[in-house]
């Protein structure tokens, strides 16, 4: 494969791959400074493999996707010969694409910089120039990988990474079909990765899927909801099912309601394109929020594999009821100018490349019911928004009252319900929030909060849910990946709401910094409720 003076030497790619070939996972972990002296249990560890990643001059590639392969493989959690290929319409050279990366590690990676991993990562960058509809470009992509084979002992083990719009999806798919690359020879696997958006709607979702599908078994497809990958959120599932001390109270008999919200103190940025006509509830909810919501409500599973995993997901999925009534039961607002850390930003409608009579929801709350034994009559109220009033991401699970308060009026006047909180970002941990008697003469009783922090619990600090799931799919493993029958499901339950309000009157207009439209408000104080402070 042709090369510029000074690329890495066709030596060091062969010492690699007999590196690859003879390291045992062992020695790896242990060899690795990063590693928690009490972590005695060996991680799992990807196989000899190749990334290759369609999409790689995007922000998603540089910000998240090339940071986490080096915080992958800093960890020691890459083999020696692994070899990432980048495919973009750029007349760059492997060592312009190995610059592009190591500015991103630079710049975004969550381990520190240590240069013996960088050159063992650097060793196997290559760089296939092309547009998607060019054939050549394919060929020599196929050849180009053939070769990686051969020099770093990648065995034929690749994982497509379409970090690209969808649009571009059927062309690529189509090419890897064309040219034999989406085809497993024995002995080896084959992988696709896919980013949300999945499709607008149920309809474009299907419709996506059958492209994918016609190509990849349903066990190559691993579709990326990166907040499934997030620590905090995969701990929900160690919080319910690991513990005794919260399960006997996860039901209608002592919940009053659920609260879950992705406040974004961002704008839309640079992504007009992506963003006009797609909206929070769309990007969002569909997605992140619903997962939560079906990690919070669903039963035990039988283990965590991706099968019953995926099945108690699907079955709180399908059980979800939406308001009787979507114009009260829903809302949605659109920012307007305002202030957001000490200075002044504009609004939604004046953002580049956003039409001035844009419709498009960056604010939107629905009240859900779950039908079933376990939830019936609970709310759960999901909330997200851009430019709020500060970035924060939690699941407030909150409790009935108690029954009965042998307590002076006066002295609980201002003891509110008890509550769990899951903070999944930023300041990662859990919060439970209860009554305690303030000290004193009298019986007074105020609330109070007990702090799990994981910072304070644990050495390392929490990997990115990049890392977690691109070593998923190195390793084949499925369970944080949804299905597609959980999209379509997801799909199902928005596709009424998108449909009430496209043809019910515009978003209502908030001032960028504030908590949303004061209709998201008086929607919950229908109930009797109030959105928590955050
Ligand atoms: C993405 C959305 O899925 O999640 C973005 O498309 C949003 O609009 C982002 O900003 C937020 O991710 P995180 O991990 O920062 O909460």
Known sequence: MARKEGAISEEANVAAAAVAATATTAE?????????????????????????????????????????????????LLPPGFSLVGFARRDWAHEDFAQVTYEAVKQYARTPFRDEVWKQICEGIHFCPGEFHDEGAFDVLAMMLKEIDETRGTGGNYAFYLSVPPKFFPTVVEQLK??????????????????????????????????????????????????????????????????????????RGYVDHVQITMAEDIGIGSRAGYYDGIGAARDVIQNHLLQLLALVAMEDPTSFDAHSLRREKEKVLKAVRLPDDLGLGTTRGQYTAGWQGGES??????????PADSMTDTYAAIRLEVANRRWAGVPFYLRAGKRLGRRVTEVAVVFERAPHLPFSKDDTEILGQNALVIRVQPDEGITVRFGSKVPGTAMEVRDVSMDFAYGESFMESSPEAYERLLLDVLIGDPPLFPHQREVELSWEILDPIEEYWATHGRPEGYPAGTWGPPSADAMLARDGRVWRRL
């Open 28 to 76: 790896v972990f242990e060899n690795n400074p990063l590693r928690d002296p009490r972590d005695k249990r060996l991680p799992r560890v990807a196989g000899p493999c190749v990334l290759v990643l369609f999409g790689v001059t995007g922000d998603l590639a540089k910000r998240k996707l090339l940071p986490a392969i080096y915080d992958l493989g800093n960890r020691g």
């Open 345 to 354: 930003v504009i609004g939604y409608l004046e953002e580049q490349g956003i």
């Open 178 to 251: 064309r040219t034999g690359l989406a085809q497993a020879p024995d002995g080896s696997w084959r992988r696709v990765v896919i980013e949300k958006p999945f499709g607008h709607d149920l309809k474009s979702a299907q419709e996506l899927n059958a492209i994918t599908s016609a190509v990849f078994p349903e066990s190559s497809v691993f579709r990326i909801d990166h907040y499934l990958g997030k620590e905090t959120v995969q701990n929900i599932l160690a919080l319910r099912f690991a513990n005794t001390l919260y399960e006997p109270i996860w039901n």
